[in-house]
Every structure is written in structure tokens, then in C-alpha cells.
């Protein structure tokens, strides 16, 4: 099998052409497989893709094997491929089919194997405020669909401790049935926003894209952030606009690795 890797801010996926051959259950078995930090190459994701002239189809699964229907990072990172292979220069733009819609990546500058976009996530949907209980505490929280389900708790940030406890158990809450990713997010200023990550199917992850977008949503709708603001993950930092036709998010994705699976 061909491989792929990038990564954005540390958030890394494995791409691999689409084989009508593999089903999902083997879908589901490979990325297991692939994504393994030490038996396999390592990676949050596995995306399989197809090419054509700017533009791409995706579908993700997370290292555990669940199906996801949208990665931000994930996305760019294909995006980066498109560009790569197809030698495009900033100001083309490449159109990415996923399981929650098409993506419209803005490609703004190319540096070596690092491509930055600016793309067009949608409206986020269904932003809410629930009250839950988790891990034996009392958690106000923001919902919302990015593409995927979030799931954010706005306020000072936790320790590591309670991290690696409230982390997993909103991320698998019953409130949840197909499971959510999960965002602790601490709004500094109005235009600056800094979060932790526990992903859903794959655990804490220096980046999301589609969490530092519902991040910046949630902090803009219940958080008192403006609309344009600059979200810090552990792995760095993502413009997010959120303007009338949607959601923007900007920042770059770095293509590291390109080789072949044998241990089929």
C-alpha cells in the first residue's frame, strides 16, 4: 500500500489511495494497524482519498478504528497532498468531498513541504449549553456539531490530572451516542483563545481543526471572544473567523513522509 504522512501542529494522519477492495470492517482494522505508535507507522488518523484535478475525496478513520466524518487537520493534510502532487502555487483552491460535505481550501502560501490554507469548515450546528455529569462532577458545557460533535467546557484550564479524568468521560457520556470529541477551552482576551484536546477515538492530541473551530464558536457564543480570534493548542496556533456564511479556519499542514505498507 501507498503511504502518506502529515501532520498539522503535530495532529498526524496516514494517507492511502482508496482500494473498492478493503470494506469498512477492513477499513477499520488497517487504520488500527497503520495508526499503532510502536507495531505500526503511527498517526491519530487514517484517510482514505481519491485524486482528480484540485480536488479530493476523503473518508477518515481514527486510530482506534471508529469512522469520524470530518478532520480540519485531516482535511488539510489531504489538501496538502492535492497541492504536492499537482504543483499548485497559492491562490488555488482545492475542493475535498467528506462525510460532512465539501471543503473549500483556500491554499495561501507553499514552504518547502508546508501548505497553509485557509478553509471553509460550514455553519457550525445546534450550539447549545448543557449541564453534565462526569467523572463525579458538575460540567456546563457548549455542544455543537463542527462537522463532528463537540463538546466544549469553557473556563481556566484543568490540571493534567483532571484532564486525563473529565477528558474521557465527556467524550464517551451517554449524552453522546456516537461519541464527541472533547475541548477545555480559557478565553484570555477577546481575540485569543487557549484549549486542550481530547479527541474522540484517538485520546489528547496537540491539534484539532475542528475543535479549535468549536472552540472559538462556543468561546464567541458563551465566552465573550469575538468572532476573529487566534486559538493556542498544545501543537500551536489557528486563525478562526466565524462569519456569516460559516466557519474559516487557517493554518498549515506539512507533508513528512512518503513510502509503502508491507505488513499486509
Known amino acids: 500500500m501507498q503511504i502518506f504522512k502529515g501532520h498539522a501542529y503535530g495532529n498526524d494522519f496516514l494517507l492511502t489511495p482508496v482500494d473498492e477492495a478493503i470494506g469498512t470492517a477492513g477499513r477499520a482494522e488497517l487504520a488500527r494497524a497503520l495508526c499503532h505508535r510502536h507495531h505500526g507507522i503511527g498517526a491519530d488518523g487514517l484517510i482514505f482519498y481519491t485524486l482528480a484535478p484540485r480536488t479530493a475525496t476523503m473518508v477518515l478513520f481514527n486510530a482506534d478504528g471508529s469512522a469520524s466524518e470530518l478532520s480540519g487537520n485531516g482535511v488539510r493534510c489531504l489538501g496538502a497532498l492535492v497541492a504536492r502532487t499537482q504543483r499548485l502555487a497559492g491562490g488555488n483552491v482545492v ?22 490554507f485557509r478553509t471553509h469548515l460550514g455553519e ?25 460533535p463537540q463538546c466544549v467546557v469553557l473556563g481556566p ?36 483563545v487557549q484549549i486542550l484536546i481530547w479527541e474522540r477515538g484517538v485520546g489528547p492530541t496537540t491539534s484539532s481543526g475542528t475543535g479549535t473551530a468549536a472552540s472559538a464558536v462556543a468561546a464567541a457564543a458563551h465566552g465573550g471572544a469575538g468572532r476573529d480570534v487566534q486559538v493556542e493548542a498544545p501543537g500551536g496556533t489557528q486563525r478562526v473567523e466565524w462569519c456569516q456564511d460559516g466557519v474559516y479556519l487557517t493554518g498549515w499542514a506539512e507533508l513528512v513522509l512518503e513510502g509503502r505498507w508491507i505488513n499486509l
Open 157 to 192: 484550564l484543568p490540571d493534567r490530572g483532571r484532564f486525563e479524568k473529565l477528558g474521557p468521560a465527556l467524550a464517551t457520556h451517554d449524552a453522546f451516542p456516537a461519541g464527541t470529541n472533547v475541548e477545555f477551552a480559557h478565553v484570555e482576551t477577546p481575540d485569543r
Open 124 to 148: 457550525p450546528t445546534d450550539i447549545r449549553r448543557v449541564q453534565l455529569t462526569a467523572a463525579g462532577e458538575q460540567v456546563t458545557a457548549t455542544v455543537l456539531g463542527m462537522g463532528n
Open 95 to 116: 475542493h475535498v468531498a467528506t462525510d460532512a460535505g465539501e471543503k473549500r481550501l483556500e491554499l495561501q502560501a507553499v514552504d518547502a513541504a508546508r501548505y497553509t
